[in-house]
C-alpha cells in the first residue's frame, strides 16, 4: 500500500485546510486510515482514524469539534477537514493506514505516507 498526503500549506490563524491522503495498491488490504501530526520537538500525535468500511470515527480531544474525517471508497482517499486552525496546529501531518482496524497508536498502523506541512501563522 502507498499513501501520498497533500493539502498542507500555510494559513492564518482562524482559516481552514483539507488534507488528502491517496492510498493505491493493496487497498482491499486496509482495514483502517488515521492522521497523525509531528511538530518540531514533539512526538508524532494521533488525531483521528477512520474505520474503512463502515465509516466509524474516533478523534483525539485537540481535534474534536474543530476537524472533520471523511473518505471516499471509489477513490480510495481520505480527508482530513480542518476549520479554525491555530497556530499550535502547526505540523506535519501523517496519513497511516492499518490492516488491523482502528487504532490510536501509531506503532499499530502498516503504512504511511510522505507527511504535508501545515503551518498556522498567529
Known amino acids: 500500500v502507498q499513501l501520498q498526503a497533500s493539502g498542507g500549506g500555510l494559513v492564518q490563524a482562524g482559516d481552514s485546510l483539507r488534507l488528502s491522503c491517496a492510498a493505491s495498491?493493496?487497498?482491499?488490504?486496509?482495514?483502517?486510515m488515521a492522521w497523525f501530526r509531528q511538530a518540531p520537538g514533539k512526538e508524532r500525535e494521533f488525531m483521528a482514524t477512520i474505520r474503512w468500511d463502515v465509516g466509524y470515527t474516533m478523534y483525539a480531544d485537540s481535534a474534536k469539534g474543530r476537524f472533520t474525517l471523511s473518505r471516499d471508497n471509489a477513490k480510495n482517499t481520505l480527508y482530513l477537514q480542518m476549520n479554525s486552525l491555530k497556530p499550535e496546529d502547526t505540523a506535519v501531518y501523517y496519513c497511516?493506514?492499518?490492516?488491523?482496524?482502528?487504532?490510536?497508536?501509531?506503532?499499530?498502523?502498516?503504512?504511511w505516507g510522505q507527511g504535508t506541512l501545515v503551518t498556522v501563522s498567529s
Open positions: 497511516a493506514a492499518s490492516t488491523v482496524g482502528i487504532l490510536t497508536s501509531a506503532n499499530g498502523y502498516d503504512y
Open positions: 495498491g493493496r487497498t482491499f488490504s486496509i482495514s483502517a
